[in-house]
């Protein structure tokens, strides 16, 4: 069964530093999201990506954050300097139609920022 | 943010019992309505969805949306051990439908 997967499942790293989270969405999808849950609260749209571009994005989603498909099958966010408050699972989703409402999610990578 | 309010529990019911999940939210505009559940240490798998009003049947699983009174459910019928886990309500609106807000969770407990 095609399922998103996520890389690495777990990341810890300095407060300051940048990290890379990564994503392979199902191969025929083309719509593709980042979310994310900080522990104890709701999961949190960040980012919604369509043919090469930011689809729609939230709040939370400011100048730190970016998002790339750099060859075609992975997609990645990237946090330039990272916070505290970055500490968080982070979820990718892909879809293969924009009002399909059947977007796979993939297992999350943990972020700790020390 | 309180769009979508959903109880976090934990829910705990015997084997076999009929359980029911709820969310409320506030914004008329969110059209469709999805249930995730997810299991610990997992990315959440989308179990159902629901356009509009209405019921929509899977299986031993019903959701249900009013969107008069802005609340939507989600029944399993013969709940087994293996549901056990977070059951999250999700929700969209035609005009951002790739944004979803979720509700917080309901974490559910089905003893043998």
């Known amino acids: 069964e095609p399922e998103v997967t996520q890389t690495p499942s777990h990341q810890v790293t300095q407060m300051g530093q940048e990290v890379i989270l990564r994503c392979v969405p199902i191969?025929?999808?083309?719509?593709f999201y980042w979310y994310r849950q900080i522990l104890g609260q709701k999961v949190e749209f960040l980012v919604s990506?369509?043919?090469?571009?930011?689809?729609?994005k939230s709040e939370i989603f400011d100048d730190q954050f970016s998002v790339e498909r750099p060859d075609g099958s992975n997609f990645t966010l990237k946090i330039r300097s990272t916070k505290l408050e970055d500490s968080a699972m982070y979820f990718c989703a892909s879809s293969e139609e924009q009002r399909n409402t059947e977007a796979f999610f993939g297992q999350g990578t943990r972020l700790t920022v020390v | 943010q309180k769009e979508v309010e959903q109880d976090p529990g934990p829910l705990s019911v015997p084997e076999g019992a009929i359980v029911s999940l709820n969310c409320t939210y506030s914004?008329?505009?969110?059209?469709?309505f999805m249930w995730y559940r997810q299991y610990s240490r997992k990315g959440p798998e989308l179990l159902m969805y629901?356009?509009?009003?209405g019921n929509k049947e899977d299986g031993r699983f019903t959701a249900q949306v009013d969107k008069s009174s802005k609340y939507i459910s989600l029944f399993i019928r013969d709940s087994q051990p293996s549901d056990s886990a977070t059951y999250l309500c999700?929700?969209?609106?035609?005009?951002?439908?790739?944004?979803?807000?979720f509700g917080s969770g309901t974490k559910l407990n089905v003893k043998p």
């Open positions: 914004n008329s505009a969110f059209q469709y």
């Open positions: 990506f369509y043919n090469n571009e930011i689809s729609e």
């Open positions: 999700a929700m969209s609106t035609q005009y951002n439908f790739n944004k979803f807000y």
């Open positions: 191969s025929n999808h083309l719509y």
């Open positions: 629901t356009y509009s009003s």
